[in-house]
């Protein structure tokens, strides 16, 4: 992984961590996910691949698709609304990124923790 996508990485999951309740979750080795109450809400790259990030977007997924970097999440969850994004050269568009987690961890969240997050907000 290149420098450039090491940082988007690391800035990703410390914003993802920033959400009450939100925890990494490894299902496979080399990968430190976001979850929340034990729901991933953004399966992250693994260290050694292309970047990549997929989110579940219930409202914005017919537009992420649109982009030529993205498409519907393999293994069913592209039926439920996940979009994986795979950037292999360029930049990395982390604040669309920052969108689509906030879309997620708001899916994936009870509704105890959207509570504390908009009481944060």
Same mark, same amino acid.
């Given at each position: 992984? +290149?420098?450039?996508?090491?940082? /988007? *990485?690391?800035? *990703? =999951?410390?914003?993802?961590? $920033?959400?009450?309740? /939100? ?18 809400? /953004? &399966? ?9 990030? +997929?989110? =579940?977007?219930?409202? +914005? $997924? #017919? %537009?992420? *698709? ?8 393999? &293994?069913? *969850?592209? @039926? ?17 990124? @920052?969108?689509?987690?906030?879309? $997620?961890?708001? @899916? %994936? #969240?009870?509704?105890? =923790?959207? =509570?504390?997050?908009? #009481?944060?907000?």
């Amino acid at each position: 992984m +290149s420098a450039k996508s090491e940082k /988007a *990485l690391a800035e *990703l =999951r410390a914003f993802g961590l $920033s959400y009450p309740g /939100a925890h990494l979750k490894s299902p496979w080795p080399n990968h430190a996910d976001l979850a929340v109450d034990d729901k991933t809400f /953004a &399966y992250l790259p693994a260290e050694a691949g292309p970047f990549s990030i +997929s989110c =579940r977007l219930p409202h +914005s $997924s #017919a %537009q992420a *698709l649109e982009l030529p970097f993205c498409e519907p999440t393999g &293994y069913g *969850l592209g @039926k439920w609304g996940w979009v994986t994004a795979t950037i292999e050269k360029g930049t990395i568009p982390v604040d669309l990124f @920052k969108d689509w987690i906030d879309e $997620s961890y708001r @899916k %994936q #969240a009870k509704v105890k =923790r959207l =509570r504390e997050l908009d #009481a944060g907000e």
